[in-house]
């Protein structure tokens, strides 16, 4: 199996933490591979739970500049305002029994 991965931080005690994708593209994760002293194994960890803890974590703040960073790089912008339904809403289906108001 193949993955890529790409550093999105490197400690000064040597451990580095790499924002990883496998052949399958929804298998993100985040590698952390321990500095070779301490004796320690590489381990996984899926990206919500790295992205849900410690919040002033250094590494966390690198994987949240890079996400950032791709947003940037694609020219994304935000409209001022926005007088239309919210993304995805325009679309929606009223449920079963829910009823239509007319417009």
């Known amino acids: 199996m193949n993955i890529a991965r790409k ?3 490197a400690a000064s005690n040597g ?3 790499f924002l990883c994708v496998s052949e399958n593209p929804t298998d993100v994760f985040v590698l ?20 849900s803890s410690g ?3 250094p590494e966390r703040l690198a994987l949240l500049g890079v ?5 940037a790089a694609s020219g994304a912008t935000v409209p ?7 993304p995805g809403a325009a679309g ?3 449920t079963p029994g ?4 007319p417009t």
């Open 32 to 51: 952390h591979e321990p500095n070779g002293p301490s004796g320690g194994r590489p381990s996984r960890v899926e990206l919500s739970t790295f992205l």
């Open 7 to 9: 550093l999105i931080y």
């Open 55 to 57: 919040a002033d974590c």
């Open 15 to 17: 451990d580095r933490w």
């Open 80 to 86: 001022a305002s926005s007088s239309g339904p919210e």
């Open 92 to 94: 929606a289906e009223p």
């Open 67 to 71: 996400i950032g960073s791709l947003v």
């Open 98 to 101: 829910e009823m239509v108001s």
